[in-house]
């Protein structure tokens, strides 16, 4: 007998790939909100159990679609079977897409793999499950076109991108209706292809002993038709429910606009820059400014100044181009006071209009305020400049008085024999003498800071300034019992060009310090080059001592002026603190650089670095060559160790 294949009924079909098609977005619909949310157990059987009974449906309705001329049963244990299967499967792939841990391509595929599999048997075990007065033969080349068709759901899962994630959530994205279009041709060609294949023999009988129910065709239309509409309920629901959070979040955005816009504090105006219109303007510019919405399109006194409206007009171009801008303009007030404002412009683009936003901050109190501090901040600078130049112009009028003074006191030293008024003479000396130091010191720093003070190019003999610096302090090295060191590489030429007297002012305070810090040990002064420039000899001098030393979390305070590291009454080491304030400044005004840090085995370590122009460049008047000085040989081999042992004081 030849094998019956049967007709289709093209409504059915059609039904059939809605059924599925509506199965599929809903699950991939479902899927995006669980991979988003990472949701239980009961969401992912709720997502599976939609898609296995779509699936399901679409499968039977494929079936009932088949117009065959004999009844059909179908085997109500069996078809229970063919219902559960689909919900596994989905189950288990919902499982790893919603585990980030198995969100890998390789995962994905298995996964796929598995849902194409459970489908194809769920398709297999519906033919068995039919109860016809027909034999059911399968041809083999449909079974594998169809196992084909089937492979393109796990080979669509490895496209599967995390980024798409990022983006936000939107039920109909363009991933969700690709890949559900994608799964329901992969499924109904699956389905159609395998029961193309499929012919009926035609038998006596049906060949069925068992005592299980039968399910005839018209009621299993009907479960087909129940399931279609609790799809068709759910998809409508989804709807509904995505309707209704647009329209919430639509509404709380116009909300909270037009909270801003009411209540803020800045004024806010919406412009129509094509129509050139004022769409709108908060309640803060007509109580800021006085104007209404009606005064700010007729008034044109409102911006008065010409650079003002060209900027505003740029602002607004500049924004209706898509770009933002900031500046700073000034308005005149309905009551006639001039306003000065800080602006923001910025653009609203809609699919309807093109506005631009300007939001304005009354700064006229800030103004005033940072004219008055600019005020404020020349006249204390011109204070402070008058004083320095005061101190530095009466300089001479206040060293001449206390110079006079301490001559006088040498006089009358002389001519008195008395002990009691010599030792009365010997500490007003001494007194009179840290007064000088102390008067030298703030004038000097006064001149620095009014720039008052030139630096004069002249030759001098650095033998004889070395020496000079340190027979200053030979005594009081003597009486602490401490070695003053001395080393001049010998490389440096003796005739140098530069400020001698700013420089030996230099060497005197650093020596000085490194005396009066030092305990016990050794003041060690060295000289030597630095650098390679040809038109000019870059000198480093470095004063070392072995002495209290500093603590480093004070360094930063040592070359400011009036800063002393004890600032206590009863401290143990007298001084005004300005010395090393004038050195940093004079060698500033030398174009070089002075540092501190600690020293080799305790103490502390000044060096800084000048540039003194070579003699031979030289072209102003030499220095006159004294051979003796007080009757002795100035002896500069002393102080310059071509031999090599250093000078001991």
């Known amino acids: 007998m030849q094998p019956y294949q049967g007709h289709y009924n093209d409504l059915l079909v059609f039904l059939s790939i809605i059924i599925a098609l509506l199965s599929c977005f809903t699950a991939f619909d479902l899927a995006e909100r669980l991979v988003r949310g990472r949701r239980g157990h009961p969401y992912i059987l709720l997502t599976s159990s939609i898609l296995g009974i779509g699936l399901w449906s679409m499968h039977f309705m494929g079936m009932l679609a088949m117009e065959m001329n004999m009844m059909v049963y179908y085997h109500l244990p069996l078809l229970i079977f063919t219902l559960l299967i689909p919900i596994a499967v989905s189950y288990a792939l919902l499982t790893l897409i919603n585990n980030p841990r198995t969100r890998s391509k390789p995962h994905l595929f298995i996964g796929g793999l598995l849902f194409t599999s459970g489908i194809l048997f769920m398709h ?256 204390a600078e011109s204070a402070v400049r008058m004083k320095s130049e005061f101190l530095a112009t009466m300089s001479h009028e206040i060293r001449t008085p206390l110079n006079g003074i301490l001559g006088i006191n040498q006089l009358l030293a002389d001519d008195l024999t008395t002990p009691e008024h010599l030792e009365m003479l010997k500490v007003q000396a001494e007194s009179s003498g840290v007064l000088l130091n102390v008067i030298n010191d703030i004038l000097d720093l006064s001149g620095l800071e009014a720039d008052s003070l030139r630096l004069y190019r002249e030759p001098f003999q650095l033998s004889q300034l070395m020496q000079q610096s340190t027979e200053m302090f030979q005594g009081f090295a003597r009486n602490k019992d401490l070695s003053l060191l001395l080393f001049v590489d010998p490389v440096i030429p003796d005739l140098l060009v530069g400020d001698c007297a700013r420089i030996r002012q230099i060497l005197v305070h650093l020596i000085g310090n490194a005396v009066k810090f030092t305990p016990s040990g050794a003041v060690t002064i060295t000289v030597k080059p630095y650098g390679t420039d040809s038109k000019s000899r870059c000198l480093q001098f470095r004063v070392s001592d072995t002495g209290i030393g500093i603590d480093p979390d004070k360094l930063h305070l040592l070359f400011k002026p009036f800063s002393q590291l004890d600032a206590s009454h009863n401290r143990k080491y007298s001084g005004t603190g300005l010395g090393l304030a004038i050195c940093k400044k004079l060698v500033d005004l030398m174009d070089g650089e002075i540092w501190v840090e600690p020293a080799a085995g305790g103490g502390t370590e000044f060096t800084f670095r000048i540039m003194l122009q070579p003699i031979d460049d030289y072209m102003g008047p030499m220095l006159r060559k004294e051979t003796e000085q007080s009757g002795e040989q100035l002896n500069s081999e002393v102080v310059r160790f071509a031999k090599k042992s250093p000078l001991t004081i």
């Not at 116009?254 to 209540?263: D, G, H």
């Open 124 to 379: 297999y075990s519906g033919i068995f499950a039919m109860k016809i007065s027909a034999r059911n033969e399968q041809n083999i080349s449909y079974a594998l076109l169809s196992t084909l068709f089937a492979l393109v759901v796990p080979l669509g899962m490895v496209f599967f991108q995390q980024k798409w994630l990022k983006n936000s959530y939107n039920m109909f994205s363009f991933q969700n209706i690709p890949l559900a279009l994608l799964l329901t041709g992969s499924l109904t060609a699956m389905h159609y292809t395998a029961m193309t294949g499929a012919s009926f023999v035609v038998t006596d009988s049906v060949n069925y002993n068992g005592r299980a129910p039968l399910l005839n065709d018209s009621l299993l239309g009907l479960l087909v038709g129940g399931a279609f509409l609790i799809i068709v309920v759910i998809v409508l629901g989804l709807l509904y429910r995505e309707r209704q959070q647009v329209l919430t979040s639509a509404r709380f955005n116009e909300q909270r606009y037009m909270a801003l816009f009411e209540f803020s504090p800045d004024m806010v105006i919406c412009i129509d820059p094509v129509h050139r219109n004022i769409v709108s303007a908060n309640p803060t510019v007509h109580e800021t400014t006085g104007y209404s919405r009606e005064d700010l399109l007729g008034s044109k006194n409102i911006i008065d100044r010409q650079q003002d409206m060209l900027a505003i007009n740029a602002a607004i171009e500049q924004a209706f181009q898509g770009h933002s801008s900031k500046l700073d303009h000034s308005i005149r007030t309905k009551a006639g006071r001039r306003m000065y404002c800080s602006s923001t412009v910025f653009p609203l683009v809609t699919d309807k209009q093109h506005l631009v936003y300007i939001v304005s901050k009354d700064v006229t109190e800030l103004m005033q305020f940072q004219q008055e501090l600019v005020i404020a901040k020349d006249a």
